[in-house]
């Protein structure tokens, strides 16, 4: 069995005083700290939910803005491109009507080089077939004769080409 000896009550008596100096000295400043850490810790998590959801409105901001971004950018590149196929249409257009119209001048000018020469053959021809005339009939003929004989030679010329 237990033996009560006076050590054991000295000892007990001391734990219960202890326990009493403790609780009057030492656990108001402890629970006020502790109470204060966890009223720091609880201010914290508060803070950092704060700073969480701004960063999330930041974000959702951000987003839009960069989606604004894009389509602007998309925008602007269609732009772009519709003005660049309806000025590479101009230009193939100008190019067209340039080159007719470079087509018409050339047509043109071989048809006046072309009438210059008949009207150089004409005379030529005349000139010579006169000279030849001349020497083949060995006469002299009259104005009339060679008038007639020249416009059925250029009559005939003509109908050559």
Do not use: C, W
Not at 2 to 19: K, P, R
Not at 69 to 74: F, P
Not at 88 to 94: K, S, V, Y
Request: proline residues 1%; glycine residues 4%.
């Amino acid at each position: 069995m237990l033996e009560f000896n006076a050590t054991v009550l000295a000892q007990i008596a001391d734990f219960i005083i202890l326990l009493i100096f403790l609780r009057l000295v030492v656990y108001k400043p402890l629970t006020k700290l502790l109470a204060s850490r966890s009223e720091h810790i609880a201010n914290t998590i508060a803070a950092a939910e704060q700073e969480r959801q701004q960063a999330e409105q930041l974000k959702a901001g951000y987003e839009a803005e960069m989606r604004r971004a894009r389509e602007q950018a998309q925008e602007i590149i269609q732009k772009a491109t519709k003005a660049g196929e309806e000025q590479a249409l101009g230009i193939i257009e100008n190019g067209k009507k340039e080159a007719q119209r470079l087509k018409e001048d050339a047509l043109a000018s071989i048809e006046r080089e072309k009438q210059k020469a008949i009207a150089e053959l004409r005379d030529q021809v005349a000139s010579l077939s006169i000279m030849v005339a001349g020497k083949i009939i060995s006469e002299r003929m009259d104005d009339k004769i060679q008038r007639s004989m020249i416009q059925e030679f250029i009559k005939e010329a003509g109908e050559l080409q």
